[in-house]
């Protein structure tokens, strides 16, 4: 069963201005923690942000910041600000036992 | 943060041969790594759960004699590709996780990745 949804395969933003990307997740385990990762076209995995499950507040990590509705279990990036080296793909990601990704958002941020 | 460091990031080599990949810790040390496989365009597939001391665990579907995974120390896990043919030319990514609680912790670095391709 699939555990984390991306359903945007692809998404275009233009320069400076802000983007959200939609991820949901599944699991009955309480004790769980969430992550973004931005995978540039040189393939490296650079980790944004993390948020846990017994998190108060929402995290934030400069222009990134995480919208976390744990009720509809969702946990979407927004990047304020967009610019052009945000170009990528970009990875939601849940660790219970171990870790699952999504099948990732491709971000295009135009000039 | 951390860092994790992939060696090599790119490698070609004849259909047959046996290929290492090494993935370090270099500023922690890391009981658990892990082995993904990503497909163009795809997302990551584990391969299998490296811990130190003890036998790798591997994914269904993922051939244990086929991929040799060692973890020798707590800053160096390897993965071999044995008698690599083609169908095995994809991007291997490492990474490696620190568990427990507060901002720094709970979280999975990654190498740079190898991307291995065999002809």
């Known amino acids: 069963a699939q555990k984390i949804t991306q359903t945007q395969p692809g998404m275009f933003v233009q320069e400076k201005e802000a983007v959200t990307l939609d991820c949901t997740y599944d699991?009955?385990?309480?004790?769980?923690?969430l992550f973004w990762y931005k995978q540039p076209s040189s393939g490296e995995m650079i980790f944004l942000i993390y948020q846990g499950s017994y998190d108060q507040q929402n995290a934030t990590e400069g222009r990134y910041s995480l919208n976390f509705q744990k009720a509809r279990k969702s946990a979407n990036l927004v990047i304020s600000a967009s610019q052009l080296g945000d170009s990528a793909m970009y990875f939601c990601?849940?660790?219970?036992?171990?870790?699952?990704f999504g099948s990732g958002t491709k971000l295009n941020v135009k000039p | 943060g951390a860092v994790v460091s992939q060696h090599p990031s790119w490698v070609i080599c004849k259909s047959g041969t046996s290929v290492k990949i090494e993935c370090r810790s270099l500023?922690?040390?890391?009981?658990?790594m892990f082995w993904y496989r990503q497909f163009p365009k795809q997302s990551l597939m584990l391969m299998a759960t490296?811990?130190?001391?003890?036998?790798?665990?591997?994914e269904q579907g993922v051939e244990k004699d086929k991929f040799l995974i060692n973890h020798a120390s707590l800053t160096l896990s390897t993965l071999t590709v044995t008698s690599a043919h083609p169908e095995d030319s994809s991007f291997y990514i490492c990474?490696?996780?620190?568990?427990?609680?507060?901002?720094?912790?709970?979280?999975?670095?990654f190498g740079a990745g190898t991307r291995l391709s065999v002809l």
């Open positions: 490296s811990n130190e001391g003890s036998k790798a665990t591997y």
């Open positions: 699991t009955s385990d309480p004790s769980y923690g």
């Open positions: 990474s490696a996780w620190i568990p427990g609680t507060g901002k720094t912790k709970n979280i999975q670095y």
């Open positions: 500023d922690f040390q890391a009981t658990t």
């Open positions: 990601a849940m660790i219970l036992n171990k870790f699952y």
